[in-house]
Nanobody
């Protein structure tokens, strides 16, 4: 069973930075793409950033473009989300996602709270 384990969440002031990590229990090359999603209270889960594992093509939600950067380390089977210039509206549970064929795999989530 594939496991995705997120870490790096926490409480930060507006304007601050955090780096989230997602460690996979197997090679991330076995996924077509990996991504970060977030879900705020009362809202639907939304895509934040996504990266293809082989070539490294990225895409971002408009709300985080220029502030967040997704990257991967295939040797460490880890995907990162560097978050800068954080805003209170970035507060949410952040989930790591792996796409493989018709299946999606999810981590347990990590809380990010940005205070104003």
């Amino acid at each position: 069973q594939v496991q995705l384990v997120e870490s790096g969440g926490g409480l930060v002031q507006a304007g601050g930075s955090l780096r989230l990590s997602c460690a996979a229990s197997e090679s991330i090359n076995s996924f077509y793409a990996m991504g970060w999603y977030r879900q705020a209270p009362g809202k639907q889960r939304e895509l934040v950033a996504r990266i293809t594992t082989r070539i490294g093509i990225t895409n971002y939600a408009d709300s985080v473009k220029g502030r967040f950067t997704i990257s991967r380390d295939n040797a460490k089977n880890t995907v990162y989300l560097e978050m800068n210039s954080l805003k209170p509206e970035d507060t949410a549970v952040y989930y790591c996602n792996g796409e493989r064929g018709f299946n999606d795999y999810w981590g347990q989530g990590t809380q990010v709270t940005v205070s104003s």
